[in-house]
C-alpha cells in the first residue's frame, strides 16, 4: 500500500457532479484540481449499508473542507451509471457537492494497493494528498467500520500549520515547539 510521503498516483476517472443525465459525467484527473489538498475516500461498493454513512458526512462537513481549499473526491469500483443510480435513489446523496469517481477498472486502487485481495472491492481508504501531490495522511478501516470524516478534517488542520500538533490537537489550540 502506497503510504506516506509517497507520489498519490496520476488518475483519470469518471466522476458523477450532478442528478441530471445531461450533466452528470465529468472526466476528472489528479490535475483537475491544481494548488489545492485532495482528500481521496474510497468505499468498496454502491448500493450498500455503512457506505453512505460516511459519504453523507463527508457531505455534510465539504464547506469545511472547503474552507481549507481542500477538494473532497469519493472513489469506489462502481461505474458512473451506478453512482448516478444511486445518487438518484438515497435522499442522502442527492445533493452531494463532491464528485462520486468510478475506479470501474480498479487501476487506481490497485496503484495505490487498495485492492482488498478477498472481496475485491476498493477497501475503506483516505487519503490526504498535499498540492504537490504528495500522499501525507492514509486512514484504512475494516470494510464493516465506518471511518471519521471529522478525524480527516482534524488531521488535514494539523498538516496545514506545517507544526508538531500533540494528541488529539484541534485547529485554533497551540502546537508544539522543539526544545
Known amino acids: 500500500m502506497l503510504g506516506i510521503g509517497q507520489r498519490f498516483p496520476d488518475f483519470s476517472l469518471t466522476g458523477v457532479v450532478s442528478n441530471d443525465l445531461n450533466a452528470a459525467f465529468q472526466p476528472l484527473s489528479r490535475d483537475s484540481f491544481p494548488g489545492k489538498w485532495q482528500v481521496v475516500f474510497f468505499w468498496p461498493k454502491d448500493f450498500t449499508f455503512v457506505c453512505p454513512t460516511e459519504i453523507a458526512a463527508f457531505g455534510r462537513l465539504e464547506k469545511e473542507f472547503q474552507a ?30 463532491f464528485p462520486m469517481l468510478s475506479d470501474i477498472r480498479r487501476e487506481l486502487c490497485s496503484r495505490l494497493g487498495i485492492l482488498d485481495p478477498e472481496a475485491g472491492v476498493a477497501q475503506r481508504a483516505t487519503y490526504i494528498v498535499d498540492p504537490q501531490g504528495v500522499i501525507r495522511f492514509v486512514y484504512v478501516t475494516d470494510l464493516n467500520v465506518g471511518r471519521s470524516p471529522e478525524e480527516v478534517l482534524r488531521v488535514l488542520d494539523a498538516l496545514q500549520t506545517d507544526e508538531l500538533c500533540p494528541c488529539n490537537w484541534k485547529q485554533g489550540e497551540d502546537t508544539l515547539e522543539a526544545a
Request: without cysteine; aromatic residues 6%; glycine residues 4%.
Open 68 to 97: 481549507r481549499d481542500a477538494q473532497l473526491l469519493g472513489v469506489s469500483i462502481d461505474s458512473e451509471f451506478v453512482h448516478l443510480a444511486w445518487r438518484r435513489e438515497k435522499e442522502e446523496l442527492r445533493n452531494l457537492p
